[in-house]
């Protein structure tokens, strides 16, 4: 509501110098919303106020001070995660570190085997003709040892065989001597020279038998020679291949153990990061935890602070009615205050009023208004104000100022 029509007129050569009530009001009532201000305030109302004020301010002070050890301790956490933040992220730097190093060792190792593999496959692919060509020499020196050893050597010695025995004896020298270029003169006499007891053998058979002698121990000598001359080259080539597959095999191995060690130290990295994440993320939260504890104690420190300067506010009102309440005492006329006296003093004070001169009605002036704001300030309107209000429904006035008299 408003106050009375005389008192803001009588304002209005001083509006500008004194703060404005409805301001003050205002301020109060946004602090106090179930306070109805109807009027100009008296002393006991505003110390009324003036306790509601204290109180609302204590209490907030006190809600403030109470999240100070909370809040200490949730910080005091949040440091110590950071810490360990800190020291994840270092260990997850040093475990990729060690992971980039195996992988650069991994890679080293699979070139020296993929080398060692590409020449041993190099070297075997240029010599397979020449292994294949020994290798030859050797099944044929085989086969000869073979031939000479076994069927040959029976027939000629007159071993007792079975007729299929020696049938197939002969057939094994035949495929031989044509194996080995032998004429076919001699090869078709086998049968013949071979076949016959050696005491019953006659001069061309005893022919037959030095020609296939011949023949086969030409044979064997040729043999020998080129085993002998393919020799030394086949030594050096298989020495060749053996370091190569030795090589291959050590490198092989070399590259397993540097896939694992890589391998090893991957899941390292990638553990060390998830610790980091985990840690953020929990340094996240409770940096969160201390935001909302850091928010509720500056609302109380608000409510704290919007109490402190409505009482500023309070303090202002009451004093800029009392000026207010004077001067308009000041302004009234004379006449008007020597009614008022005639009410309060009866019909002597009348009397005595009006026979005052002129000249002497300023001190009767002063005289009365050395007891006027006391009956001003009796016929103010009251303001009603709850007893009790719970401080739960105060809301703080971040905006509110204090302002200056």
Not at 247 to 275: I, Q
Not at 335 to 357: F, H, N, S, W
Request: proline residues 4%; glycine residues 4%; contains cysteine.
């Amino acid at each position: 509501s408003s106050l009375p029509q005389s008192f803001l007129a009588s304002q209005v050569g001083t509006m500008e110098q004194a703060p404005d009530i409805a301001q003050l009001t205002a301020q109060l009532r946004e602090l106090m919303p179930d306070v109805e201000f109807s009027g100009c305030l008296s002393e006991d109302m505003a110390e009324q106020l003036r306790s509601r004020l204290a109180e609302i301010q204590k209490e907030a002070l006190e809600k403030q001070a109470t999240f100070d050890g909370p809040l200490a301790d949730a910080q005091k956490l949040v440091t110590q995660r950071e810490e360990e933040v800190a020291e994840a992220v270092a260990e997850e730097k040093d475990k990729y570190q060690k992971a980039q190093q195996k992988a650069e060792e991994l890679a080293e190792a699979q070139v020296e085997f993929s080398t060692a593999k590409s020449e041993h496959e190099k070297v075997e692919r240029l010599g397979r003709a020449e292994r294949e060509a020994g290798e030859s020499l050797r099944q044929a020196k085989k086969q000869h040892d073979m031939v000479s050893q076994g069927p040959l050597r029976k027939l000629l010695e007159g071993f007792s065989l079975s007729q299929k025995a020696e049938a197939k004896a002969v057939q094994e020298i035949q495929e031989h001597l044509q194996a080995i270029g032998a004429e076919k003169t001699l090869i078709a006499s086998v049968q013949g020279a071979l076949l016959a007891e050696p005491e019953q053998r006659g001069e061309f058979d005893l022919m037959c038998i030095d020609s296939i002698n011949e023949v086969m121990s030409k044979n064997a000598e040729d043999l020998s020679t080129k085993l002998e001359e393919r020799a030394p080259a086949e030594r050096e080539a298989n020495a060749e291949m053996l370091g190569l597959e030795a090589l291959m095999d050590v490198t092989g191995d070399k590259e397993k153990d540097a896939s694992e060690a890589h391998s090893a130290e991957e899941a390292k990295h990638k553990e060390a990061k998830a610790k980091t994440r985990i840690l953020k993320k929990e340094v996240t939260r409770l940096q969160s935890a201390v935001d909302v504890l850091a928010a509720e104690q500056e609302l109380e420190a608000g409510k704290a602070k919007a109490a402190s300067d409505a009482m500023a506010s309070l303090e202002t009102l009451v004093e800029v009615q009392s000026k207010r309440a004077a001067e308009e005492m000041i302004e009234e006329p004379a006449p008007k205050r020597a009614r008022v006296e005639v009410e309060e003093g009866g019909a002597d004070t009348v009397q005595a009023q009006e026979e005052l001169p002129a000249e002497k009605l300023p001190e009767a002036a002063e005289a009365v208004m050395e007891t006027e704001p006391k009956e001003a300030a009796s016929k103010i309107e009251q303001v009603h104000v709850p007893q009790v209000a719970s401080p739960a429904r105060v809301r703080p006035a971040a905006h509110v100022t204090s302002p200056v008299a």
